[in-house]
């Protein structure tokens, strides 16, 4: 069975872009959550998404914005990039939402210039 | 705030050496335990869960964690490591507002 993947593998955008990152879950899952990891620090939590509706939001910014659509993948927008965005970003999924076994995928490397 | 502590981040040991890994949290109400490894090039995988019952869980490879509510700890074991357990371990939280902490990590190299 495929495990979560997630796209692109690496984006490098510039101050004030726009950014959306992809992720598919594993076949079955209904839960999506992502987070964001950075040199040195454990993944810091930003949503969770279940059957298409926010379930958990962690300490971030309006910026950061999310959605799942019906075949249960997601998506993760950052508008107005800063420097600060620079970050791996994890996606992971699970089959119910809350605290089910996250699945975590290879992760989209974003560097904002 | 709540927040998850990893008190070692780089720890070396030799082959066969026991293993343990200290984990604080500091959420008062009740909390799901996690330890997440993730290996050389590999994805984060879970490693072993506490959710209730016996406070010490066995996982994968010969791993253990015991929960001490008391110390608001989940410190992980191992009684004998081996080159294949180098690692970053990465302990977590869930709490009941829906959010998942992760601690810092732990960087486990072993030598053989």
């Known amino acids: 069975d495929a495990g979560v993947t997630q796209s692109p593998t690496h984006l490098i955008k510039t101050r004030g872009q726009h950014v959306t990152l992809r992720c598919s879950p594993i076949?079955?899952?209904?839960?999506v959550s992502w987070y964001q990891q950075v040199l040195g620090q454990g993944p810091q939590f930003i949503f969770q998404?279940?059957?298409?509706?926010?379930?958990g939001r962690g300490n971030f910014p309006d910026r950061f914005s999310a959605r799942q659509f019906p075949n249960y993948s997601s998506e993760l927008n950052v508008n107005a990039l800063l420097l600060g965005d620079s970050a791996l970003y994890l996606c992971a999924s699970s089959y119910l939402a809350g605290a089910d076994t996250q699945y975590f995928g290879p992760g989209t490397r974003l560097t904002v210039l | 705030a709540q927040s998850v502590s990893q008190h070692n981040h780089h720890v070396i040991l030799s082959e066969a050496a026991s293993l343990e890994l200290g984990c604080n949290y500091s959420y008062g109400g009740t909390v799901n335990l996690f330890w997440y490894v993730q290996y050389p090039g590999q994805h984060l995988q879970l490693l072993l869960k506490?959710?209730?019952?016996?406070?010490l869980v066995k996982g994968i490879k010969g791993f253990e964690a015991e929960f001490i509510k008391s110390k608001f700890s989940f410190n992980l074991r191992k009684p004998s490591v081996q080159w294949s357990d180098t690692a970053e371990y990465f302990c977590?939280?869930?709490?009941?507002?829906?959010?998942?902490?992760f601690g810092t990590g732990t960087r486990l190299k072993v030598l053989a």
């Open positions: 076949s079955g899952h209904k839960s």
């Open positions: 977590a939280v869930f709490s009941g507002t829906y959010k998942y902490i």
């Open positions: 998404y279940y059957e298409k509706e926010e379930r």
């Open positions: 506490y959710f209730s019952g016996d406070p």
